[in-house]
């Protein structure tokens, strides 16, 4: 089977439920945009990331997915996993930020690459709750408003990991009581 089908040479391709649909409609600009921010993960991937931060992402970018799926269809109801996602994402940034100084300026990204790449998906991560919201104001369903505090909790999740990556040594190291908790965090 050849990668191309020329099927979306007019700018029109497959929704993914049978129908075809302009590649600049909403629903392409939010899965698109979820597409640029795991592939923006993936690209942390390849940085030196403080202990247990490579789990943490490649959960997100297989929740991307699951994502990508709900606004397909709609914003059903299948949103169950959602709840628990967002609640460990809390957790996490709770035991995070306490390792960190207080924030008492606005943060500019860098000038390490690790924290520079996390602040980079963050931003995009944003974007792709703008799309979201542009998206669920046509097509509203159930599952909307948890897609939307999905992302916009894992876009809190991310502004913490960049500051952990970029801060000193000893504050990236997880506690004796909660190094545990980090590693078996599901979100």
């Given at each position: 089977?050849?990668?191309?089908?020329?099927?979306?040479?007019?700018?029109?391709?497959?929704?993914?439920?049978?129908?075809?649909?302009?590649?600049?409609?909403?629903?392409?600009?939010?899965?698109?945009?979820?597409?640029?921010?795991?592939?923006?993960?993936?690209?942390?991937?390849?940085?030196?990331?403080?202990?247990?931060?490579?789990?943490?992402?490649?959960?997100?970018?297989?929740?991307?997915?699951?994502?990508?799926?709900?606004?397909?269809?709609?914003?059903?109801?299948?949103?169950?996993?959602?709840?628990?996602?967002?609640?460990?994402?809390?957790?996490?940034?709770?035991?995070?930020?306490?390792?960190?100084?207080?924030?008492?300026?606005?943060?500019?990204?860098?000038?390490?690459?690790?924290?520079?790449?996390?602040?980079?998906?963050?931003?995009?991560?944003?974007?792709?709750?703008?799309?979201?919201?542009?998206?669920?104001?046509?097509?509203?369903?159930?599952?909307?408003?948890?897609?939307?505090?999905?992302?916009?909790?894992?876009?809190?999740?991310?502004?913490?990991?960049?500051?952990?990556?970029?801060?000193?040594?000893?504050?990236?190291?997880?506690?004796?009581?909660s190094s545990g908790d980090a590693k078996r965090c599901r979100i």
């Amino acid at each position: 089977m050849s990668i191309y089908t020329r099927t979306g040479d007019a700018g029109e391709t497959d929704s993914g439920i049978g129908t075809r649909l302009r590649k600049d409609s909403p629903l392409f600009e939010a899965l698109g945009t979820f597409d640029e921010f795991s592939c923006l993960l993936g690209l942390a991937l390849g940085e030196r990331l403080p202990e247990g931060f490579e789990g943490v992402i490649r959960r997100v970018q297989a929740d991307l997915l699951r994502l990508g799926a709900l606004v397909i269809h709609g914003f059903d109801d299948r949103t169950e996993w959602i709840d628990d996602a967002v609640a460990a994402m809390e957790t996490l940034v709770d035991e995070l930020t306490a390792r960190l100084e207080p924030l008492n300026a606005f943060v500019l990204p860098g000038p390490h690459r690790t924290s520079a790449s996390l602040h980079l998906a963050r931003a995009v991560c944003r974007r792709a709750e703008r799309r979201t919201v542009t998206f669920a104001e046509q097509k509203p369903g159930p599952g909307a408003s948890a897609a939307i505090v999905y992302l916009n909790r894992l876009s809190d999740l991310l502004f913490t990991m960049a500051r952990t990556a970029e801060a000193p040594k000893s504050a990236r190291q997880p506690s004796r009581r909660s190094s545990g908790d980090a590693k078996r965090c599901r979100i």
